[in-house]
């Protein structure tokens, strides 16, 4: 920022006044938090209802029949592929450009690059679940769609590759940057193998569904070494300051990443044990780096959030843990579909979904133009709906599909609604959030 005052005071050839100074700041922020506001609002979107709508819909068909298997694939992938990529993903690239310092400097180039990023990635992505649901001439939509879905990711990353330590002293980046870098490299081979699966099946396949072999594969790709190393990178930035937490052991976390990795390429080799004990084995380092259960340094900055923040942040984890130890019973039982789908499940909702719940709405009222978040209650309300859903539906899914108990059926529709009204009340109250007046010029 320093710079393009500095530019902007030799081209006038004066010292800019305090006012015009103002001026600058309010017009740069205004700008970076429209656009941040854009894709977190978009991202809410895709949650609500090409996610969410759609996953309840192929959950209640499930439990009325009784029977996993008797929803179409196609309709359970859209399903995914929009939480995935059209909601975490959409934040994720939106946080991503609102802190590259390129666009801080107001630099016309970047904001448009951000834009144009947001357009391709926004059509992709609904091309992608409109292919899934409609069928409507897939062998040319379904390639668009991962072709636009790569391009606003190549944007994107051309955007951040410039990225500097914000401290210009630094000679070397911080242990979480390199985390967040391993996501994004998960994020673009990701895309990459969407890009080469999308074009196979254009030409060779019958119908756009991924072939359910490859399918699991592929989510283990898209969660463990796409989703997960970015929400450990964004927890050692800032849970230590927003929780109070000791210094994270660096060292620790990027051997977390590697047996990660290592975890993430044995499931694509199709070495499912080997797979699922290196992942268990990354969560629990992960969380010892972390400190997470470590008597704190510092009282939790709960000022603006609802005070259980901390709690539901620390059960995040616990679910990480829980879907990691439901793959390795996955692994050994017979016929294990639904222990597979609930350790999914504990991952994509008790993790990744609570962690976007709570850091979400403790960071983003400040970032969309130092707003205050609309309601702590709501906050909660969320946070302990999607607990309970999450708890209802992980049990249920391993009593109802593994045939242990008949009366789970009946639970999996109170799941699904349970986990609905908490995802609508998230999405609501960051909403209500960006339609409040700015708090401080
Ligand atoms: C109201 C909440 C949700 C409901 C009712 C729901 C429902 C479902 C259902 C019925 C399936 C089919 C497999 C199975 O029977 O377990 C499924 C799969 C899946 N869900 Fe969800 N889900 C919800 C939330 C989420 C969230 C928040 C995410 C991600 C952040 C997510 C990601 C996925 C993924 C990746 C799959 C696998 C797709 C595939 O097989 O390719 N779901 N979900």
Redesign the pocket.
């Known amino acids: 920022m320093s710079e393009l005052l500095t530019r902007i005071e030799t081209q006038q050839g004066r010292r800019l006044t305090p006012m015009e100074t103002f001026d600058i700041t309010a017009a740069r922020e205004t700008r970076l938090s429209r656009l941040l506001m854009v894709f977190i609002t978009t991202g809410l979107v895709f ?1 609500v209802f090409p ?2 709508f759609l ?2 819909w ?2 209640l068909a ?1 439990s009325s029949r009784r029977a ?1 298997g008797s ?1 179409s ?1 196609a309709w ?2 859209a ?3 929009a ?2 990529f059209g ?2 993903g959409t934040f994720i690239l939106g946080i991503g450009f609102y802190s590259i310092p390129k666009l801080r400097r107001l630099n016309w180039f970047a904001l448009s690059a951000a834009w144009t990023s947001w357009v391709f990635w926004t059509a992709g992505v609904a091309m992608r679940w409109l292919t899934g649901v409609y069928e409507w001439q897939w062998r040319i939509w379904l390639p668009v769609s991962a072709v636009l879905e790569l391009t606003a990711f190549l944007i994107f990353f051309r955007s951040v590759s410039g990225h500097r330590p914000a401290d210009s002293r630094k000679k070397t980046l911080d242990a979480w940057v390199f985390v967040v870098i391993a996501g994004s490299v998960g994020l673009m081979l990701t895309l990459v193998v969407n890009l080469g699966a999308a074009f196979f099946l254009a030409f060779r396949g019958a119908s756009p569904e ?1 072939p359910a072999a490859f ?1 699991q594969r ?2 283990v790709l ?2 463990w070494g796409f989703l997960v190393p970015f929400v450990w990178g964004f927890s050692a930035k800032w849970l230590p300051v927003f929780l109070g937490l000791r210094p994270v052991r660096d060292r620790v976390l990027l051997g977390a990443v590697a047996v990660n990795t290592a975890g993430v390429i044995a499931a694509l080799a199709g070495w499912i044990t080997a797979a699922v004990w290196l992942l268990a084995g990354a969560i629990m380092a992960a969380i010892y780096a972390l400190r997470l259960f470590e008597q704190p340094e510092r009282p939790a900055k709960v000022k603006g959030v609802h005070t259980s923040f901390p709690v539901f942040i620390r059960s995040a984890y616990a679910w990480a843990v829980i879907a990691a130890a439901l793959g390795v019973w996955a692994a050994v039982a017979p016929d294990s579909q639904g222990i597979w ?1 609930a350790s ?2 504990a991952l ?2 008790g993790f ?2 609570m962690m976007v719940f709570g850091i979400g709405q403790r960071l983003l009222p400040a970032f969309a133009g130092m707003r205050l978040l609309f309601s702590t209650k709501l906050m909660f309300a969320a946070m302990f709906l999607l607990t309970a ?1 999450c708890f209802l ?1 992980v049990g249920s ?1 391993i009593l109802a ?1 593994q045939a242990f108990l008949r009366s789970a059926w009946t639970w999996l529709p109170v ?2 609604i349970t ?2 009204t ?2 609508t009340i998230f999405a609501v109250n960051l909403i209500a959030t960006f339609s409040r007046r700015r708090q401080a010029a």
């Open positions: 949650m996610g969410t996953g309840v192929n959950l499930i996993p929803v694939a359970v992938q399903h995914g592929h939480q995935i909601w975490i991924f399918d592929f989510l898209e969660t789908g999914r499940h994509t909702v990744l979904a859903g539906r899914e599909y799941s699904a986990e609905m908490a995802v």
